[in-house]
């Protein structure tokens, strides 16, 4: 069993900077991929990014290409997503999720864990 808790959300202005981190707890972290999704009011939730059980295997939703960047540190079994140059379209509450594989897709019904989410606003 994992339980996943994000922190790090909060409003900011357009062009600023956040960074998200995702929490786990059970060993079986470090040994499966992990994802970030978003879900914005009105909308389904969306993928945003994955990284494979050893930080490789690493993609992203093409809206956030070359401004967001995902890392993991299995040590501290802890997942990020750095979001820079954020737009008002980033606008969402953002999921982390695990999955006991490690292989990094993006299909949400891969992961098997899911967090709670953390509230992302971006304001212009």
């Known amino acids: 069993q994992v339980q996943l808790v994000e922190s790090g959300g909060g409003l900011v202005q357009a062009g600023g900077s956040l960074r998200l981190s995702c929490l786990a707890s059970?060993?079986?972290?470090?040994?499966?991929?992990m994802g970030w999704f978003r879900q914005a009011p009105g909308k389904d939730r969306e993928f945003v990014a994955t990284?494979?059980?050893?930080?490789?295997?690493?993609r992203y939703t093409d809206s956030v290409k070359g401004r967001f960047t995902i890392s993991r540190d299995n040590a501290k079994n802890t997942g990020y997503l750095q979001m820079n140059s954020l737009k008002l379209e980033d606008t969402a509450v953002y999921y982390c999720?695990?999955?006991?594989?490690?292989?990094?897709?993006?299909?949400?019904?891969?992961?098997?864990?899911w967090g709670q989410g953390t509230q992302v606003t971006v304001s212009s």
């Open positions: 990284i494979g059980w050893d930080g490789g295997s690493i």
């Open positions: 999720a695990a999955a006991k594989s490690g292989w990094a897709v993006r299909d949400s019904s891969f992961y098997d864990y």
């Open positions: 059970g060993r079986t972290f470090s040994t499966g991929a």
